[in-house]
C-alpha cells in the first residue's frame, strides 16, 4: 500500500458571507471540535488550542469560530481572500491530519469568561452572520444585533421571520440555544420586533 494511500481525504469548503465581505466560512468534511462552539478573538484568547493559534499566526486574521465541522474566520480589511483562503485551508487540513485536539478546552474554557460587551457582541455578531442568518434565508428571514450589554441582548427580525407566527419558537428553540452556547454570558433576550402594530414582542430567561 503506497503512503499517499493512507492519508484521508479532508475536504475543506470556503465560502465568503455576502452579508460579511471580511468573513469567510469554511466547511470541512470531518468534525474540526465536537461540542459547543468555541470563539476567538485574539491570538491572546487562542494560547493552548492549536488550531486556532495556527490560524492567528497568518498575517490579517481577526478572529476565529470553531463549531463542530464549521471554522469561520474574519479578516481585517486591508488583506484580501486571494491571500489568505488557500493558507487558512492549508493549516485546518494539516491541524486535522495530525489527529490533535484543534482545540484545548482547559486552556481555552477561562477564556469564555471576563469578556466585555464589545467582545461578545462580536462573537454574537459573527454566529449570525456565519450560521444563525444562513439557516433561516431560506426561509426568507434574518435576525439582526440591536445591541448587548451587561447580559441584555437585544436583536431585531426581518423578513420572512417578522410576524411569523413561528418566530418565537424559532427563537426561543434555535436561535436562543446556539447564542447561549457561544456567548454564556446573555441573562436576557429581547425581541425588539415590531410583528404587530403597536405590540413589540418580549421574552425573559
Not at 478572529?63 to 469561520?72: G, M, W
Request: glycine share 10%; net charge neutral; charged share 20%.
Amino acid at each position: 500500500m503506497s503512503e499517499s494511500s493512507t492519508i484521508p481525504l479532508i475536504t475543506i469548503r470556503a465560502e465568503v458571507l455576502l452579508a460579511d465581505p471580511n468573513t469567510c466560512k469554511f466547511t470541512v468534511g470531518q468534525t474540526v471540535h465536537p461540542g459547543r462552539p468555541f470563539f476567538f478573538d485574539c491570538p491572546e484568547r487562542a494560547a493552548g488550542s492549536p488550531l486556532p493559534e495556527q490560524l492567528f499566526s497568518l498575517a490579517g486574521v481577526a478572529h476565529v469560530l470553531i463549531a463542530e465541522n464549521v471554522v469561520i474566520v474574519g479578516k481585517v480589511p486591508e488583506v484580501e481572500w486571494a491571500l489568505l483562503k488557500g493558507a487558512i485551508g492549508a493549516k485546518i487540513r494539516t491541524q486535522m491530519l495530525t489527529g490533535v485536539p484543534a482545540i484545548l478546552e482547559a486552556a481555552s474554557r477561562p477564556n469564555q469568561r471576563g469578556r466585555s460587551d464589545a467582545e461578545i457582541r462580536l462573537a454574537i455578531q459573527a454566529l449570525l452572520d456565519g450560521e444563525i442568518n444562513r439557516g433561516i434565508a431560506g426561509h426568507g428571514g434574518a435576525i439582526s444585533l440591536v445591541d448587548y450589554r451587561e447580559g441584555k441582548l437585544r436583536i431585531a427580525m426581518s423578513g420572512g421571520c417578522q410576524g411569523c407566527a413561528a418566530s418565537q419558537v424559532t427563537l426561543r428553540q434555535g436561535v436562543e440555544v446556539m447564542l447561549r452556547r457561544i456567548a454564556p454570558e446573555v441573562v436576557e433576550i429581547v425581541d425588539t420586533t415590531d410583528h404587530a402594530a403597536g405590540k413589540t414582542a418580549r421574552y425573559r430567561r
